[in-house]
């Protein structure tokens, strides 16, 4: 990553599981948890390593994103819509 502001790595997990609901359909529910934010990719990779057996993240081991971003920078510079996607953070 280059340009200004401190950079650094956010790591979370998602894990997808079926709505837990009695409507008769195939539904499912997406849930995101933040582990960590790294001052490297290295870092975030290592963190990884550590949660990826502990209760709740081993029933989705491949569940982990690493996504890189910079403090001091706006995300949405002109605000945002209902039809938006995320930007990169």
Avoid at 35 to 62: C, K, Q, T
Avoid at 72 to 89: E, I, M, T
């Amino acid at each position: 990553m280059t340009g200004d502001g401190m950079e650094f790595w956010v790591v979370y997990h998602y894990k997808m599981t079926a709505a837990d609901d009695e409507i008769d359909d195939d539904e499912f529910e997406m849930s995101r948890k933040t582990v960590g934010y790294y001052s490297s990719e290295e870092e975030a990779h290592n963190a990884i390593i550590r949660m990826r057996n502990l209760p709740g993240f081993r029933d989705w081991p491949y569940g982990f994103r690493i996504v890189g971003s910079r403090a001091n920078h706006d995300v949405w510079h002109s605000g945002f819509g209902f039809d938006d996607d995320d930007p990169d953070v």
